[in-house]
C-alpha cells in the first residue's frame, strides 16, 4: 500500500522556520512520504537550508528568489505584489477574490502553488503568513486536503501605521477566507489558540515551540563570582524585543552581567544598545537548544506593543529550559502557562519594567545558589512537559493528520 503522501509549505527558509522543520521530520518518521516546498531569499539562510537538508532523507523543493540566483523570481513577484497591492489599495480588499489578495500579501504566492502541485499529494499543510493560501490554493486545485498552522497572530503582526493597519487587516480577511476550509489549524500556544477562536472564529490545535529534548543532560554548575552571562536569540537583532531595557536593567543593578545576543543584527542597532554586546552568528534550528548551553539567565523580554507579542510563547521562552537555562521573561498573556508550571524557575517582571528587571538581576547576583537551583528545576520543567516529544506537541500533529489521512 503506498504511504500517503503530504506536501509541506513555507513561504521563507526551512532554517528559519522550525515549525515546519519538525513538522517534516515528525511525519517522515511517522511513515508518511514527506516533501517540503519553502524559499531562497538569502545567501547565509540558503547554506543554513543546505546543511539541513543535507541530515534529511524526505525530499523539498525551493523557491528561489535570491538576486544572484533567482533574479528573474524575484523581480517578477516583487512586481505582481506591488501592483496587486496598489490595486487593493484603489479598490479595497473586497476586490478582486482571494487570490488577488492573496499575491498582494504573499510575494511568492504564484510560485509556491506551483512547486506545490507540482507533483501529486494527498494533504498539503501551509506554515508562515505567506504559504496560508498557497496551501489552500493548492488543496483547493488537487481537490485533496489542506491544513494550516497559524504559528503567529498574523492579524495583529504589526504597529499601529497605516500600513502596518492595512497589512494586519489583509492578513485577517486571508485567514478568515482559508481558515473554515482547512482540514484542521495549528497554533502556537494556548493565548494564540484562544484569540484566533475569539477575533477569527477559528478553531485551533495547540502546538506549541518546542525543541526536542536534548540526549545529554545540561551542566547546571557554575562558576561562583564570575559574571551572570545572559542570553537571547532571534533571526534578527533589532528594536522593539526588549534589549533595550536589558542593556538598562543591567546598568541600573550594577552587576556584572555579559548579554550575548545571536542573529543578524540591523545596520547600527548594536553600536546604539552601547558596549558590552557579544554577537554571535545565526545558527539553525538543529543546534538551537545547544547553543544556550554556556549561559545563565535567557531573555525573552517581549513587548505588548502589538497583540501577536502580548499573546505569544516565543521558542526563545520554551528553549532556555531545555537547555538548562533559567528564563527571564516579560510576563503575558502568551507566557503565562510556562510561567504557572516553572513557577520561581522562571524570573518574570511586567514588559518594559526595568525597575523590576533591575531588582531581578540584582536578586540572581545576590542570593548564592538559587541560580543553580531554578536552572534544574527548569531542566526538570523541560523534561516533564516542554519538549517537542510530549504527546501534546508532536504527538497533537501526528494526531491530527492521522485524523485526515485515516493513517
Same mark, same amino acid.
Given at each position: 500500500?503506498?504511504?500517503?503522501?503530504?506536501?509541506?509549505?513555507?513561504?521563507?527558509?526551512?532554517?528559519?522556520?522550525?515549525?515546519?522543520?519538525?513538522?517534516?521530520?515528525?511525519?517522515?518518521?511517522?511513515?508518511?512520504?514527506?516533501?517540503?516546498?519553502?524559499?531562497?531569499?538569502?545567501?547565509?539562510?540558503?547554506?543554513?537550508?543546505?546543511?539541513?537538508?543535507?541530515?534529511?532523507?524526505?525530499?523539498?523543493?525551493?523557491?528561489?528568489?535570491?538576486?544572484?540566483?533567482?533574479?528573474?523570481?524575484?523581480?517578477?513577484?516583487?512586481?505582481?505584489?506591488?501592483?496587486?497591492?496598489?490595486?487593493?489599495?484603489?479598490?479595497?480588499?473586497?476586490?478582486?477574490?482571494?487570490?488577488?489578495?492573496?499575491?498582494?500579501?504573499?510575494?511568492?504566492?504564484?510560485?509556491?502553488?506551483?512547486?506545490?502541485?507540482?507533483?501529486?499529494?494527498?494533504?498539503?499543510?501551509?506554515?508562515?503568513?505567506?504559504?496560508?493560501?498557497?496551501?489552500?490554493?493548492?488543496?483547493?486545485?488537487?481537490?485533496?486536503?489542506?491544513?494550516?498552522?497559524?504559528?503567529?497572530?498574523?492579524?495583529?503582526?504589526?504597529?499601529?501605521?497605516?500600513?502596518?493597519?492595512?497589512?494586519?487587516?489583509?492578513?485577517?480577511?486571508?485567514?478568515?477566507?482559508?481558515?473554515?476550509?482547512?482540514?484542521?489549524?495549528?497554533?502556537?500556544?494556548?493565548?494564540?489558540?484562544?484569540?484566533?477562536?475569539?477575533?477569527?472564529?477559528?478553531?485551533?490545535?495547540?502546538?506549541?515551540?518546542?525543541?526536542?529534548?536534548?540526549?545529554?543532560?545540561?551542566?547546571?554548575?557554575? &562558576?561562583?563570582?564570575? $559574571?551572570?552571562?545572559?542570553?537571547?536569540? =532571534? *533571526? +534578527?537583532? !533589532?528594536?522593539?524585543?526588549?534589549?533595550? #531595557? /536589558?542593556?538598562?536593567?543591567?546598568?541600573?543593578?550594577?552587576?556584572?552581567?555579559?548579554i550575548h545576543v545571536r542573529g543578524l543584527p540591523t545596520p547600527g542597532y548594536v553600536e546604539r544598545l552601547g558596549p558590552g554586546i557579544v554577537v554571535h552568528a545565526p545558527a539553525p534550528p538543529d543546534a538551537m537548544v545547544e547553543a544556550c548551553r554556556p549561559f545563565d539567565l535567557g531573555f525573552a523580554g517581549e513587548r505588548v506593543d502589538t497583540r501577536n507579542r502580548?499573546?505569544?510563547?516565543?521558542?526563545?521562552?520554551? &528553549?532556555?529550559?531545555? $537547555?538548562?537555562?533559567?528564563?527571564?521573561? =516579560? *510576563? +503575558?498573556? !502568551?507566557?503565562?502557562?510556562?510561567?504557572? #508550571? /516553572?513557577?520561581?524557575?522562571?524570573?518574570?517582571?511586567?514588559?518594559?519594567?526595568?525597575?523590576?528587571?533591575?531588582?531581578?538581576?540584582?536578586?540572581?547576583?545576590?542570593?548564592?545558589?538559587?541560580?543553580?537551583?531554578?536552572?534544574?528545576?527548569?531542566?526538570?520543567?523541560?523534561?516533564?512537559?516542554?519538549?517537542?516529544?510530549?504527546?501534546?506537541?508532536?504527538?497533537?500533529?501526528?494526531?491530527?493528520?492521522?485524523?485526515?489521512?485515516?493513517?
Amino acid at each position: 500500500m503506498a504511504r500517503p503522501r503530504l506536501c509541506l509549505l513555507t513561504a521563507g527558509h526551512l532554517s528559519t522556520c522550525p515549525r515546519m522543520l519538525k513538522a517534516a521530520d515528525a511525519l517522515h518518521e511517522a511513515g508518511y512520504a514527506v516533501r517540503v516546498v519553502s524559499a531562497r531569499l538569502t545567501d547565509w539562510a540558503a547554506q543554513a537550508d543546505d546543511v539541513l537538508l543535507a541530515a534529511r532523507s524526505w525530499r523539498s523543493t525551493a523557491v528561489d528568489s535570491q538576486r544572484a540566483t533567482g533574479n528573474a523570481v524575484r523581480i517578477r513577484s516583487g512586481v505582481r505584489q506591488r501592483v496587486q497591492g496598489a490595486a487593493l489599495s484603489l479598490t479595497g480588499h473586497e476586490a478582486g477574490g482571494p487570490r488577488r489578495r492573496a499575491r498582494a500579501y504573499a510575494r511568492l504566492h504564484d510560485e509556491l502553488v506551483a512547486a506545490a502541485l507540482a507533483e501529486p499529494a494527498d494533504l498539503f499543510y501551509g506554515g508562515t503568513s505567506g504559504a496560508l493560501a498557497a496551501a489552500a490554493e493548492a488543496g483547493r486545485r488537487a481537490a485533496v486536503p489542506y491544513a494550516l498552522d497559524l504559528e503567529d497572530f498574523h492579524p495583529g503582526e504589526n504597529d499601529i501605521s497605516p500600513e502596518g493597519r492595512a497589512r494586519d487587516a489583509l492578513a485577517a480577511r486571508i485567514v478568515a477566507e482559508v481558515a473554515p476550509g482547512a482540514a484542521f489549524v495549528t497554533t502556537a500556544g494556548a493565548a494564540m489558540a484562544a484569540e484566533y477562536a475569539r477575533v477569527c472564529q477559528v478553531s485551533c490545535v495547540t502546538i506549541d515551540n518546542v525543541f526536542a529534548l536534548p540526549s545529554v543532560a545540561p551542566e547546571i554548575r557554575r &562558576t561562583r563570582g564570575s $559574571a551572570l552571562r545572559i542570553y537571547w536569540f =532571534s *533571526q +534578527t537583532v !533589532g528594536p522593539g524585543r526588549g534589549l533595550e #531595557e /536589558l542593556i538598562a536593567a543591567r546598568e541600573r543593578a550594577g552587576v556584572p552581567a555579559e548579554i550575548h545576543v545571536r542573529g543578524l543584527p540591523t545596520p547600527g542597532y548594536v553600536e546604539r544598545l552601547g558596549p558590552g554586546i557579544v554577537v554571535h552568528a545565526p545558527a539553525p534550528p538543529d543546534a538551537m537548544v545547544e547553543a544556550c548551553r554556556p549561559f545563565d539567565l535567557g531573555f525573552a523580554g517581549e513587548r505588548v506593543d502589538t497583540r501577536n507579542r502580548a499573546i505569544c510563547l516565543s521558542n526563545k521562552a520554551l &528553549t532556555y529550559p531545555l $537547555a538548562g537555562v533559567a528564563p527571564l521573561l =516579560s *510576563q +503575558t498573556a !502568551g507566557t503565562a502557562p510556562l510561567v504557572a #508550571e /516553572l513557577g520561581d524557575a522562571a524570573l518574570t517582571f511586567a514588559p518594559g519594567d526595568v525597575e523590576g528587571l533591575a531588582a531581578l538581576l540584582s536578586r540572581v547576583w545576590a542570593e548564592a545558589g538559587w541560580l543553580e537551583s531554578a536552572r534544574e528545576r527548569a531542566w526538570q520543567a523541560a523534561r516533564a512537559r516542554w519538549h517537542w516529544d510530549h504527546p501534546l506537541e508532536k504527538g497533537a500533529l501526528l494526531a491530527s493528520v492521522g485524523r485526515v489521512l485515516g493513517a
